[in-house]
Nanobody, 127 residues
Framework: QVQLVESGGGLVQPGGSLRLSCAAS????????IRWYRQAPGKQRELVAT???????NYADSLKGRFTISRDNAENAVSLQMNNLKPEDTAVYYC?????????????????????WGQGTQVTVSS
């Protein structure tokens, strides 16, 4: 069973910082691209940042310079450092990972792709 668990959300004043974390657990063979998305009330889900398994990163144009994504391959974990937060950053933030998972069938191991999502963590930026 595979899980992505996010943490680190909360209430912060404008100009403040938060660090979100996401850890993958379960029968994971490898972790490929990992992404953070966010969804504000009444809006579509938006891609915030992506990091590949080699560490290459990509950000939404509007967030460059304020958000930083990083990963710890040994821990199957990813973080999102968010600085100079603005009220418009208020949203539920989701972690998404492209996984290769393994299943055992007797002496046979099967590897399959798995698109994993976390449960989301609320970030509220307000004074």
């Amino acid at each position: 069973q595979v899980q992505l668990v996010e943490s680190g959300g909360g209430l912060v004043q404008p100009g403040g910082s938060l660090r979100l974390s996401c850890a993958a657990s379960g029968n994971i063979f490898s972790v490929n691209d990992i992404r953070w998305y966010r969804q504000a009330p009444g809006k579509q889900r938006e891609l915030v940042a992506t990091i590949t398994n080699s560490g290459s990163t990509n950000y939404a144009d509007s967030l460059k310079g304020r958000f930083t994504i990083s990963r710890d391959n040994a821990e199957n974990a990813v973080s999102l450092q968010m600085n100079n937060l603005k009220p418009e950053d208020t949203a539920v933030y989701y972690c998404n990972a492209d996984l290769i998972v393994y299943r055992m069938f007797g002496s046979i191991t099967s590897l399959d792709q798995y698109d994993a999502w976390g449960q989301g963590t609320q970030v509220t930026v307000s004074s």
